[in-house]
């Protein structure tokens, strides 16, 4: 637990960064500029470089689509719960998304090289490409609600460059191109960099929302959805397909993570609160850095 705890704690030397940056040097600085040089030209390079890792196995496939399916299904019962909640359409979209979409890569992979040793890169890599997929859809979509009509939400789905970066990426994986040498390196250096932005950008953010008032309605039920209900559904699920510790624990994992860095980016260009979305990523990552691992270690003797 300290080493993950610890792990968090480094990523966040990003985040301190941009803090700094925006707080004391950019006070004038326009943070959806930074959103866009993220979304539209760092991510999908990072989506190459993934793919270009890993052979997308039948195993890796079963595993991200039963990821890919129960997030689905969270997001429609979750949304007509949302209606009742919350009369704001973007408090809606922060509650539903931001509990869905959850911090999958940043944090998720790093968690399962501790907790289930390198056995589970490919499975959490997968289960991170199928987290993807949804914040191109259903992310977008969700958060676009927040402000746009039904027709310009399903728009804003095509203009995603994120959704065209993970088709083209997954076609070359299955025809079986890689990429090595020098294109390989380069990509491997252009992921590395985006997930370091990914992270400052949080801080950017933070320097304008850390000021924002708690909306605790919507910080209680964030709680109550994101680590008791999603946690007792994928309890449920992976004692009934009877996956043992090892693949049922990393499900259950990536299914309890904190909020991605991406709902900033996706609250941010669709004018969602960008700002108290960056306060609820920052405080629930925190907060994982115990809740995760300690939830983990109460589910592991029932499914051994």
Same mark, same amino acid.
């Given at each position: 637990?300290?080493?993950?705890?610890?792990?968090?704690?480094?990523?966040?030397?990003?985040?301190?960064?941009?803090?700094?940056?925006?707080?004391?040097?950019?006070?004038?600085?326009?943070?959806?500029?930074?959103?866009?040089?993220?979304?539209?030209?760092?991510?999908?390079?990072?989506?190459?470089?993934?793919?270009?890792?890993?052979?997308?196995?039948?195993?890796?496939?079963?595993?991200?689509?039963?990821?890919?399916?129960?997030?689905?299904?969270?997001?429609?019962?979750?949304?007509?719960?949302?209606?009742?909640?919350?009369?704001?359409?973007?408090?809606?979209?922060?509650?539903?998304?931001?509990?869905?979409?959850?911090?999958?890569?940043?944090?998720?992979?790093?968690?399962?090289?501790?907790?289930?040793?390198?056995?589970?890169?490919?499975?959490?890599?997968?289960? /991170? @490409?199928?987290?993807?997929?949804? +914040?191109? =859809?259903?992310?977008?979509?969700?958060? %676009?609600? !927040?402000? #746009?009509?039904?027709?310009?939400?399903?728009?804003?789905?095509?203009?995603?460059?994120?959704?065209?970066? /993970? @088709?083209?990426?997954?076609?070359? +994986?299955? =025809?079986?191109?890689?990429?090595?040498? %020098?294109? !390989?390196? #380069?990509?491997?250096?252009?992921?590395?960099?985006?997930?370091?932005?990914?992270?400052?950008?949080?801080?950017?953010?933070?320097?304008?929302?850390?000021?924002?008032?708690?909306?605790?309605?919507?910080?209680?039920?964030?709680?109550?959805?994101?680590?008791?209900?999603?946690?007792?559904?994928?309890?449920?699920?992976?004692?009934?397909?009877?996956?043992?510790?090892?693949?049922?624990?990393?499900?259950?994992?990536?299914?309890?993570?904190?909020?991605?860095?991406?709902?900033?980016?996706?609250?941010?260009?669709?004018?969602?609160?960008?700002?108290?979305?960056?306060?609820?990523?920052?405080?629930?990552?925190?907060?994982?850095?115990?809740?995760?691992?300690?939830?983990?270690?109460?589910?592991?003797?029932?499914?051994?």
């Amino acid at each position: 637990m300290f080493d993950i705890f610890t792990g968090v704690i480094l990523l966040y030397v990003f985040v301190a960064i941009g803090y700094a940056w925006r707080k004391y040097f950019a006070p004038n600085f326009v943070e959806q500029e930074f959103t866009k040089l993220n979304v539209y030209f760092m991510q999908p390079l990072l989506v190459f470089w993934g793919f270009s890792k890993y052979d997308v196995t039948q195993e890796v496939l079963t595993s991200a689509l039963v990821y890919f399916v129960l997030s689905i299904v969270l997001i429609f019962l979750f949304q007509v719960i949302a209606k009742l909640l919350f009369k704001d359409p973007k408090k809606r979209a922060i509650y539903v998304m931001s509990s869905v979409l959850g911090n999958t890569g940043n944090l998720g992979i790093p968690m399962g090289l501790i907790i289930f040793g390198p056995e589970s890169l490919p499975y959490t890599t997968a289960l /991170n @490409l199928a987290n993807v997929i949804n +914040n191109s =859809l259903f992310g977008v979509y969700g958060y %676009s609600r !927040g402000s #746009f009509s039904i027709k310009a939400s399903l728009f804003n789905i095509l203009k995603f460059p994120l959704l065209w970066a /993970n @088709l083209i990426a997954i076609t070359i +994986n299955i =025809l079986g191109i890689r990429f090595e040498g %020098s294109v !390989g390196n #380069f990509l491997e250096i252009a992921g590395h960099t985006s997930l370091s932005l990914q992270l400052m950008l949080l801080g950017v953010f933070l320097a304008r929302g850390i000021g924002e008032t708690v909306e605790w309605k919507l910080w209680i039920h964030l709680f109550i959805f994101k680590f008791v209900i999603i946690t007792g559904i994928g309890v449920a699920l992976v004692l009934w397909l009877d996956w043992g510790w090892f693949l049922g624990g990393i499900l259950l994992m990536e299914l309890i993570v904190p909020p991605a860095v991406n709902n900033i980016n996706l609250a941010s260009l669709y004018d969602c609160y960008p700002f108290k979305v960056a306060k609820i990523v920052f405080v629930f990552t925190m907060m994982a850095a115990v809740l995760v691992p300690a939830i983990l270690l109460l589910i592991k003797p029932f499914l051994s």
